[in-house]
């Protein structure tokens, strides 16, 4: 299927490493111009990219200025894959006011303050937007209050804009990862044996995915030739998620 993605114009958050790398690499391979956002500047950028742009999202300004570099590169913007954040630990009672003020600001506000800056570039011929949420956000993970809140945060974020923005013809979807090897993952998962027990009790397919199986769904959502699924969220868990 040709997704129509020849000079479409790409901005790819978290492209760094995991998911978000494998998905800017995947639409570079498919034609698409796109530029590279990470934080850490000793990550290599996906081969083939227009350009690489390294900021903390979190950080004052730094989402405007991620939009106003990818624009100048780019000559504008068609699709934004917002792909940064990161698990949080703790409980309710644990976690402190600094925790959930800062895993707030990465998974939730920072994804807000960057599509706020997009938008208006969206507009010029009908963007795409696709936000890496987590199965999480649907179905809340032991001891990662913060992380289950601002997933579905930015679930809810998403899902508003499909709405907000439908009369202009950008549509905005999620990506809902469940268990990817990523560098996060593997840090939260080191044990080969662990990691296997996990799959074999939780996940449907048995065991966890790679960054690159996360790809096909973002090319599809974040591609012209997506004209009528918006608002939704898809999951790439290997069948954990029980909605239907
Ligand atoms: N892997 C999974 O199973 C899973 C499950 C649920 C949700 N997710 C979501 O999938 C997305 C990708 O994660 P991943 O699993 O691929 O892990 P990863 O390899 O650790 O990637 C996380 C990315 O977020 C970037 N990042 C973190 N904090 C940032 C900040 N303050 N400013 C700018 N960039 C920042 C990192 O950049 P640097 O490396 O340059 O620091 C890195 O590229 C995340 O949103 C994560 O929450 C993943």
Same mark, same amino acid.
């Given at each position: ?18 998911i978000?790398? &494998? /998905? ?38 730094a989402?405007?200025?991620v939009?106003?570099?990818?624009v100048g590169?780019?000559?504008? *913007?068609d699709?934004?894959?917002?792909a940064?954040g ?7 009672e644990?976690?402190s006011?600094e925790t959930?003020?800062?895993? *707030?600001?990465l ?7 960057l599509?706020r ?14 936000? +890496?949420?987590? @199965?999480? &956000?649907?179905? $809340?993970?032991?001891?990662?209050v +913060?992380?289950?809140?601002?997933k &579905? ?9 499909? =709405?907000? @923005? #439908? ?9 809902? $990862?469940? =268990?990817i090897r990523?560098?996060q993952?593997?840090r939260?998962? $080191? ?7 996990f799959a074999? #009790?939780?996940? $449907? ?13 973002? *090319? ?5 030739r997506?004209?009528? /699924? ?7 868990d ?7």
């Open positions: 299927m040709d997704l129509g993605l020849t000079g479409w114009r790409v901005l790819v958050t978290g492209a760094g490493s995991g978000g790398r &494998a /998905i800017a690499q995947g639409f570079v391979d498919e034609g698409a111009r796109v530029v590279a956002c990470g934080r850490n500047p000793d990550h290599a950028v996906p081969d083939g990219v227009v350009g690489a742009v390294h900021a903390d999202l979190t950080a004052e300004g989402t405007e200025g939009i106003s570099t990818a590169h780019l000559g504008g *913007l699709t934004v894959i917002a940064a990161g698990a949080v630990t703790g409980t309710v644990s976690a006011d959930w003020a800062t895993g *707030l600001d998974n939730l506000l920072s994804v807000m303050r599509l800056a997009a938008v208006p570039h969206l507009r010029e011929r009908g963007g795409r937007i696709v936000v +890496v949420s987590a @199965l999480s &956000a649907r179905e $809340p993970r032991a001891n990662h +913060v992380s289950n809140v601002s &579905a945060g930015a679930a809810a974020l998403a899902k508003s804009l499909s =709405r907000e @923005l #439908a009369q202009d013809a950008i549509l905005a979807n999620c990506l809902a $990862p469940g =268990r990523s560098a993952l593997d939260a998962y $080191p044990d080969d044996k662990a990691r296997a027990e074999e #009790a939780n996940i $449907p397919l048995q065991r966890f995915g790679r960054p690159d199986e996360a790809v096909p769904a973002a *090319l599809l959502l974040g591609s012209p997506n004209t009528y /699924i918006t608002g939704q969220t898809l999951g790439v290997g069948g954990m998620a029980w909605t239907i």
